[in-house]
Structure formats: C-alpha cells, structure tokens
C-alpha cells in the first residue's frame, strides 16, 4: 500500500520495547539498533515525539538504558517490575502504550509503532479510523503478527536489513569450514513461535538494561 511521506508530517513512535527485545534475541542472539530503526522509520518527516515503554528493576542496571536512548531522542516510561507470591514476574505495557498514542493522536498525522504484537490490531485500527491518522509497523517481519501486518499502512521489516538494525549481528555460520550462510532472512530456516516470543522469563527481565540499541 502505499504511504504519504512529506516533511511537515507530524510523527509520534511508540516503543513496545520488551517484544523487540525479545525478538532480536530470540532470531539473532543480538540487540536492536534503536536509533536506525528510528531514523529509517521516521526520515524526512517531523518527529514529534518518540516514547519508549520500559521495566525498571531493583538492580537499577536499566540506568544505562535510559540513557541512551535519551541521547537519541527517545524518552522512557518506566513502570516498576512485578513480583507476584511464588516468584512470577510480570511487566506488560500495553495497555500504557496504547492510551498514549490514542491521547496524542490528535496532534499527529502519523503513528508508528514498534511492536510484533497481534494484541495492537484494535489499536491501530482505532488511529486510523477515529484518529485520522496513518499508522506503521516496525518489527521483526517472522516474529509479527501477519494480521498487524495487514492492518497496518505501512511495515517496516526489520529482517531485510538485520546489518542495520541490529548490534552484535553475526550472520549464521554453517557446521562445515565456519563460512557464513545467507543471513537468516534470506532462507535459513528459525523456528519461533509468538507464544515464545511472548514469554518473558527472569534472566530475560532482569536484564532488560542491557537491550540498548545505543552505546
């Protein structure tokens, strides 16, 4: 389909940070490169304001984090990690996330989400017919709700350029010689499924500090 990109288009970018997290782990063993994926999704246009949803721990280790991200433009909404009794933890932003961008939609032409979560379709579906506004992906395309894709105006498949959006990336090496493959994207079979992408287990939420994209 395609979009209006011109330079005097107002964009809001709204961060599920955990699902991309855990999908550039999860696909490549490697960190999102925050700040390509924000200038690649953005460009030309007038970034109005750039949010990400974020997990505070006791550890205080996510400090570096913020960061970062602030140096490039990001602001940070924090909520504190949940301990529940036996041990579960819990740290679900998305009803957060999705009351922010409904309450600044007014002032935005375009909004751009980065998440793979299928539980946004009602979101972006709402911007778009009661917002006025365009709505876009940026994820990990085999992570991604096919259904979020299809809702949206626009996707951003951050697979197509794994180099790019990621840190630490390695290209998948092969059992004989060590010579790399073709980047995963390209044809190597990785079998994840949403449920997995989903879960969030504590080493993984504990060291939510360590996901910048920006160092």
Known sequence: MAIIKHPEQRVG?????????????NLYHARVNFGNVLKDSVGERRLIRARAYVVTTESGEEKGFFDALAKIGIETTTKDLQI?????KKADWDVGMAVDAITMSPKLDTVILFTGDG?????????????????????????????????????????????????????????????????????????????????????????????????
Request: with cysteine; aromatic share 8%.
């Open 13 to 25: 970018v709204f961060i599920d940070t955990q699902n991309l997290y855990h999908s550039a782990k």
């Open 84 to 88: 529940f009794f036996g041990g579960a």
């Open 119 to 215: 539980d946004f379709i009602p979101l972006v579906k709402y911007l778009q017919v009661h917002g006025g506004c365009q709505v876009e992906i940026a994820s990990f395309g085999r992570s991604t709700s096919s259904k979020l894709k299809e809702a949206a105006d626009h996707f951003l498949d951050l697979d197509e350029d794994p180099r790019r959006y990621l840190l630490n990336y390695r290209p998948v090496r092969s059992s004989r010689g060590g010579r790399p493959t073709r980047d995963p994207h390209s044809g190597v079979q990785v079998s994840v499924s949403e449920d997995s992408l989903a879960e969030q287990n504590e080493e993984d939420i504990s060291k939510i500090g360590k996901i910048t994209g920006v160092e």
